[in-house]
T-cell receptor, first 113, second 117 residues
Framework: NAGVTQTPKFRILKIGQSMTLQCAQD?????MYWYRQDPGMGLKLIYY???????DKGEVPNGYNVSRSTTEDFPLRLELAAPSQTSVYFC????????????FGPGTRLTVT | AQSVTQPDIHITVSEGASLELRCNYS??????LFWYVQSPGQGLQLLLK????DTLVQGIKGFEAEFKRSQSSFNLRKPSVHWSDAAEYFC???????????????WGLGTSLAVNP
């Protein structure tokens, strides 16, 4: 049982490049989330999904896109990277509410220059 | 507005000393409450949670937290801190959204704990 896995661990992008951050979980969780973490700013929710084929925006969705074709995978797409997207990105998953405990991946550190 | 406040941005304690990290929330109904820990360079790990029942909950790594409804607080405590407890600690509250059991998670900004040898 690997839990929540994220790839890559680190990435440097040039402004305007695109990339996909991968996230997978093997706990059969319905809910999955993408957060970004910036120093002193806590966690900000980017997108979340309540099941395959269903996604919704969080607090800071601009510049990102997601898809959820399977229960296990929840990739995050950056289309035109900007310096403001330099951050640490965390993927998380949970069972359906109300047991709202979230399980986190190890994170992807992204730098856009 | 619904919010979670961790008043202390940074705390330093000596190894072996007791610890209390504060968390206050603003929410009208009964919340679900969580404390997570993030070690440097790592993801977040659940320390403990409160849903209902006994207001003093025990977690992993010797931590406990007490829910006080009258004070809208859920403070995290540990009687004797170890050097390995140095980390970032986040309080989170699951708030009901609309009808049914759907809830969203509101996060505090975190408290950074340093431990002096």
């Amino acid at each position: 049982n690997a839990g929540v896995t994220q790839t890559p661990k680190f990435r440097i992008l040039k402004i305007g490049q695109s990339m996909t951050l991968q996230c997978a979980q093997d706990m059969n969780h319905n809910y999955m989330y993408w957060y970004r973490q910036d120093p002193g700013m806590g966690l900000k929710l980017i997108y979340y999904s309540v099941g395959a084929g269903i996604t919704d925006k969080g607090e800071v969705p601009n510049g990102y896109n997601v898809s959820r074709s399977t229960t296990e995978d929840f990739p995050l797409r950056l289309e035109l990277a900007a310096p403001s997207q330099t951050s640490v990105y965390f993927c998380a998953s949970s069972y359906s509410t109300p047991r709202y405990e979230q399980y986190f991946g190890p994170g992807t550190r992204l730098t856009v220059t | 507005a619904q919010s979670v406040t961790q008043p202390d941005i940074h705390i330093t304690v000596s190894e072996g000393a007791s610890l209390e990290l504060r968390c206050n929330y603003s929410y009208g109904a009964t919340p679900y409450l969580f404390w997570y820990v993030q070690s440097p360079g790592q993801g977040l790990q659940l320390l403990l949670k409160y849903f209902s029942g006994d207001t003093l909950v025990q977690g992993i790594k010797g931590f406990e937290a007490e829910f006080k409804r009258s004070q809208s607080s859920f403070n995290l405590r540990k009687p004797s801190v170890h050097w390995s407890d140095a980390a970032e600690y986040f309080c989170a509250v699951a708030l009901r959204t609309g009808a049914g059991n759907n809830r969203k998670l509101i996060w505090g900004l975190g408290t950074s704990l340093a431990v002096n040898p």
